[in-house]
Each structure stands twice: as structure tokens, then as C-alpha cells.
């Protein structure tokens, strides 16, 4: 399994940036995949769902605090999924990490990726 992402680094408060996430060799049906960012001083267990969007369907979802910057897109056939950043904020400083969440046995797991900086100047 391997998740490959890119598109963090440093821009300045109003720019924007676009993260891609490419997952190959999942073994399992993937039920969503998304983003979520871990900011500074926080720990793994208090990530924040940033965006997800279903396999079927294409459905999206995203934390209210980035409803309309920010916009999750996906290609099937790459089964890869972007996540463009506008009119960024200094509190979307964070450690992005892509997740693909797989459907076994009618249970849910998850696999992670490393993560991307992200880091908004004021």
C-alpha cells in the first residue's frame, strides 16, 4: 500500500495551494478517501477531518471551517485525489494527511499517508 502525496509548503495568508494524494496496491473495496490536518502542538488522536469525498457517488464533505476555500476533487482512474486550498489562513497551518478509508469484511479501516506541510504566513 502506498499513498503519495505533495502540493504543501509555505504561502502567504490569501494564496492558495493544491495537494494531491496517489493510492495504489489497497487490497480492499475504498468506501472514501479524504484529508486531515493535524496543527501544531496537537496530537494524532485530535486530527480534524478537513474533506472527504465517497467512491460512489462522489459525495463531499468538510469542516465548516473551510466550507468554500477549499475544495475536494477525485480520478477514478488514478484513484487520486486533490484538495485545492484558497484564500488560506494562518490557522490552516498543519500537517495534511491523506486518508483512504477501505470497507473489510463490513468493517471500516483506514490507511494514512506521512502527511504534507502546510504552513500560511500572516
Known amino acids: 500500500v502506498q499513498l503519495v502525496e505533495s502540493g504543501g509548503g509555505l504561502v502567504q495568508a490569501g494564496g492558495s495551494l493544491r495537494l494531491s494524494c496517489a493510492a495504489s496496491g489497497i487490497p480492499f473495496s475504498i468506501n472514501a478517501m479524504g484529508w486531515y490536518r493535524q496543527a501544531p502542538g496537537k496530537q494524532r488522536e485530535q486530527r480534524e477531518l478537513?474533506?472527504?469525498?465517497?467512491?460512489?457517488?462522489?459525495?463531499?464533505n468538510y469542516a465548516d471551517s473551510v466550507k468554500g476555500r477549499f475544495t475536494i476533487s477525485r480520478d477514478h482512474d488514478k484513484n487520486t485525489i486533490y484538495l485545492q486550498m484558497n484564500s488560506l489562513k494562518p490557522e490552516d497551518t498543519a500537517v495534511y494527511f491523506c486518508?483512504?478509508?477501505?470497507?473489510?469484511?463490513?468493517?471500516?479501516?483506514?490507511?494514512w499517508g506521512r502527511g504534507t506541510q502546510v504552513t500560511v504566513s500572516s
Open positions: 486518508d483512504v478509508s477501505v470497507l473489510v469484511a463490513a468493517s471500516k479501516a483506514d490507511y
Open positions: 478537513v474533506a472527504t469525498i465517497s467512491s460512489v457517488g462522489g459525495s463531499t
